[in-house]
């Protein structure tokens, strides 16, 4: 599965015209990766998707190829991290310059989920991380998020990426597992990959579950007990910065506009237990 971060130089920013045709404007941010040859000796093209201002260079995932078969070139499609686009998405995206090529998108070794129901029991089939948005009625993911604290009431609070949605804001520890784990496993390898907390995930405490329908997910939350602030190993493309909080710090940080929105709803619908169980 791929997870490898790569830097895009922008060479036809978003509103700039083509140099072949002056009467494309480009839509999209579009340039090269540094570093990695494509075909017939240049480098590797790349189209920047999820970012809707102009911008000279980009740290992101890559998630599909387009495959040209004229032999003319492979362009990658990277896009910020937790930014998901369906295979349609992504092809009326770069419609305004594909058009002129026999080309087709190819998704990239995309996480698969495991599709449950309301009440969580799975389904019996996988769902593509890039339909993740697109989910049918009665059809849900599981995502985990964890609540890490020190034997003095310190809480980790961790800062985004500039390359995710809501970036620069803060957040807890999360993200959605993968098929074949359990949410307590799920939750020990997004602490381990995030943070490099090692816990085994009997050693994770349950805090709440809760379903969101609107976003056709199961959230688990969990406690993670650290005797003392270990230092966090920050994720490239994930994280830039990290605190530990006493808990009214971290309490007013959640309710602030520096949070992402929607852990800041969950922690105030269980505000009162989390208070409880911290």
Not at 114 to 123: F, H, M, S, T, V
Not at 174 to 188: D, H, K, M, N, R
Request: net charge negative; with cysteine; glycine share 8%.
């Amino acid at each position: 599965m791929e997870n490898e971060i790569y830097v895009v130089k922008i060479d036809q920013p978003i509103g700039s015209s083509s140099p072949d045709y002056p009467a494309m404007v480009y839509p999209v941010n579009c340039g090269y990766i540094e570093g990695i040859q494509g075909q017939e000796g240049r480098a590797q093209e790349a189209y920047v998707l999820g970012v809707d201002i102009p911008v000279d260079s980009f740290c992101g995932q890559r998630i599909a190829v387009i495959r040209r078969r004229d032999g003319q070139g492979s362009p990658w499609v990277v896009v910020p991290e937790e930014i998901l686009y369906t295979k349609q998405q992504i092809e009326e995206m770069v419609h305004f310059q594909e058009q002129y090529y026999d080309s087709q998108v190819e998704m990239v070794n995309e996480e698969l989920w495991d599709a449950y129901y309301r009440q969580g029991e799975k389904l019996g089939y996988q769902i593509p991380r890039s339909m993740a948005k697109s989910l049918p009625d009665g059809v849900y993911h599981i995502v985990v998020y964890i609540y890490t604290v020190t034997a003095d009431g310190l809480l980790l609070a961790t800062q985004r990426a500039k390359n995710k949605t809501y970036p620069f804001k803060w957040e807890v520890t999360g993200g959605s597992i993968l098929t074949g784990e359990s949410p307590q496993i799920g939750a020990a390898r997004e602490l381990f990959e995030e943070t490099g907390i090692s816990k085994d995930a009997g050693e994770l405490e349950e805090l709440y579950t809760y379903i969101d329908d609107r976003r056709h997910c199961i959230y688990h939350s969990y406690i993670a007990r650290v005797k003392q602030e270990p230092h966090i190993h920050l994720q490239t493309g994930e994280t830039i910065n990290y605190a530990w909080l006493p808990y009214h710090k971290f309490r007013n940080l959640v309710h602030s506009d520096r949070f992402i929105p929607s852990e800041q709803e969950r922690f105030r619908i269980h505000e009162g237990l989390i208070t409880q169980k911290l």
